[in-house]
Structures are given as C-alpha cells and as structure tokens.
C-alpha cells in the first residue's frame, strides 16, 4: 500500500501567484519590471560606489559611501519585503460555502424574470455611523470585506487593495503598503543623496586644483553618467512618495481615490479617516502588522489514488448449458442445434465401437421397425 501524501497549502491555491521557498515567497507572475528595478537601483549604486565613493572619502568624508551603503541596504531590504510577502490575499469559498451563499442571495432576491438583470449582490455594513457597501466577487464567491478588491492581475481578492505594482511584482494591500510606502520613501532619499554627490564630484573634478593621478576623465564620465539617470529617477520617484504621502494623511487608498469613493459627493464622507494627520499616518504606519490568513505553508493530507486489481479468472471452467427450444408443434423433430449433443450424450453411454455403433432414433417413436416409410428419414439422418 502506498504511504499518505503530503501537500502544502500553496500548491493548491487558486489564482496568478508564483511561490518559491516552499511558499515562503510570494509574488505575482509577471515579474520582469521587477528584475529591472533591482538592476537600476543596484547599477546606480555601483557607478556611485565605484567612481565618486573612493575621491569623495579622501576629498571630504569617509562617511559617505558608509552613509551610502546603508542607505541601500535599506532600500533592498523594504523592496524584497514588499515583492516577497503576502499583501493581504483573501482565501476564496468552498464548495460548500459557496453554495450556501447562492442559496441566500436566491432567496433574498427571488426568481428573476428571463430578460432582466439580476439586482446587485450586495450587502450594507455600517462603520462608523457610515453606510459601506461590500460587493459580492463572482470568482471569489464572497463578499469582500471594506476597502478589499479584487487583483485582475493576480486573480485574488486583497483585503485593503491600494494597486498592484509591477516595480516591486505584487500587490500591495494591508499587510505590506508600509514596507512599500517606506520603499518608496528610502529611496527618494537615496536617489537625492546620490544626485547630490555626483553634482559635487563632477564640481569638484572641474577644479584644476583637484586633479590627481589617475584618470580624471574616467571617473568624470562614470559621473556624468550617474547624474543623467538620477535626474531621470528622481521625479518619478519623488512624486510618488509624495502622492503617497498625501493618501496616508487622508487614511486613503489609491484605489479609493481613483474611483473617488469618498469625494465628498453626496455628502459620502470617509469613514476610516480620524480627521487627525497624525492619528492617520500612525495608524497606516505603526498600525498592528496583521498575520496571512492563507496558511501558505500548511500541510493537507491527500488519501492515495484507490488501486483496481483486475479479476483473474478461475482456472476451472465454467459447467456449459446446453441451450433446447421445445417443439412448438406436437411430434415435431428437434432444432438442428440440439443433434450434436445428443449425438455427444450417445457416445459417452454407448460402449460400442464406432463402426458398429447404432444410431439412436431420432424424433416421435415408430409403430413398426419393418416399416419403410419410418426407415426413410432414419436413414436419412444418418448419412
């Protein structure tokens, strides 16, 4: 018999997610944007390490690449925290509850006529002293919990949907908008702090007084270089964390304020906001980090594949019938199919040899064995 087979949870999750690491990484599938991003950001950093960093610690301060690395180190680090954790996916219905949610809406809604639309599936949830809408998700099968969407990317429902980002190649929801929000923040301030150098290295590369040995054109090349790409970066890079910066002091999402959920018509106000920049940058900030509800790494057992042995068949054969059909008319001869076995049934009885054997007699009985006309088809039959 073969043993239980054990699978992880992560292997039978629906959606567009890639898992490595025995599901202890989590990402989306297109993952190519991100791939560029680590090169940039890793690029720059070498052009910077590797040009300005040596003239830069002996002109001015050895703290400065020290300063540089660190800086970078950070920046990784929030970027691989956003791309490999799970931003909050919600897991979908089972079979069971799927159906049971059916049921409900059916009978909330009644039997719709051919040819109208259905009501929206929908339910009303009051937060503070707001009335909030939570959409039913016909792939999920569930209504989404406040300020969740559905991902058309990655094929799930995140809880707190802010978008999803192909520079870091995942979503970003409620478990990892801060480690983003602090990527984008660290390196705004790394692109900043770069540029800024290169501006002094080129400025101080052009003193006559400061050529030293070497190859100044070199490492004014390799400058020029840095600050072309940082110039390019840094309002991309900087204006997001300043949107972004804005959404948190409104306790707002990007989504929210692409749809204008909470624009201020008809008098829809936002309810998760305190009306308080501080209280609403600390809870989006310093709020409790909330645990997966995937389970990635559970274990399921799955029962082995049931084994059909095939039937073998005895080495006894089986007794044979033999078919008779009685006469339909009275004192009529048998079928032609029962004169074999009952020429079989006379040998067995008879001992007489073959030659010298007599021919049983066949159909009703004889008046007379002198008779020629009971002879004639007994003759017959025998030749």
């Not at 707001?130 to 919990?145: A, D, G, N, S």
């Not at 990892?176 to 400025?203: E, Q, W």
């Not at 201020?264 to 501080?278: A, C, E, L, T, W």
Request: proline share 10%; with cysteine.
């Amino acid at each position: 018999m073969s043993a239980t087979r054990v699978t992880r949870r992560w292997q039978k999750l629906p959606g567009k997610n890639t898992f490595c690491c025995d599901g202890r990484v989590m990402m989306a599938r297109q993952k190519g944007v991100f791939y560029l991003t680590v090169a940039l950001i890793t690029g720059t950093c070498a052009l910077f390490f590797g040009f300005e960093c040596p003239y830069l610690a002996v002109r001015l301060s050895p703290a400065i690449p020290v300063f540089g690395v660190l800086l970078f180190l950070f920046v990784m680090a929030v970027l691989l925290r956003t791309s490999f954790s799970d931003p909050g996916v919600l897991p979908r219905a089972l079979p069971d509850e799927a159906t049971f949610i059916e049921m409900e809406i059916e009978a909330v809604n009644g039997n719709v006529p051919a040819g109208q639309r259905p009501p929206p599936r929908i339910r009303n949830v009051e937060i503070n002293n707001q009335i909030v809408k939570l959409k039913y998700c016909y792939t999920c099968k569930i209504f989404r919990p406040p300020r969740a969407s559905h991902c058309s990317i990655c094929d799930n429902c995140v809880d707190r949907f802010d978008h999803h980002c192909p520079w870091v190649g995942n979503c970003v929801g409620r478990r990892n908008y801060r480690y983003f929000y602090l990527f984008t923040l660290s390196l705004s301030l790394l692109t900043i702090y770069i540029f800024t150098f290169d501006i002094v290295h080129v400025a101080l590369r052009e003193c006559p007084q400061s050529v030293t040995a070497g190859s100044p054109d070199t490492v004014s090349w390799g400058g020029q270089q840095n600050v072309l790409i940082c110039f390019f970066t840094l309002w991309s890079v900087v204006g997001l964390t300043g949107f972004h910066t804005y959404l948190i002091t409104l306790n707002q999402t990007t989504n929210e304020d692409i749809k204008g959920s909470w624009s201020g018509k008809n008098r829809v106000q936002n309810p998760y906001s305190h009306r308080n920049i501080i209280k609403n940058c600390c809870e989006v900030l310093c709020g409790p980090t909330y645990p997966s509800v995937l389970d990635r790494r559970g274990v399921i057992l799955e029962a082995p594949p049931a084994v059909t042995v095939p039937t073998t068949k005895s080495s006894t054969p089986e007794p044979q019938t033999t078919k008779t059909t009685a006469p339909l008319i009275p004192n009529e001869h048998t079928p032609e199919d029962t004169k074999p076995s009952i020429d079989a049934a006379s040998h067995k009885t008879s001992p007489v040899p073959e030659d010298k054997k007599p021919h049983p007699p066949l159909g009703p009985p004889l008046a007379s064995p002198d008779s020629d006309t009971d002879a004639a088809p007994i003759q017959e039959i025998s030749q």
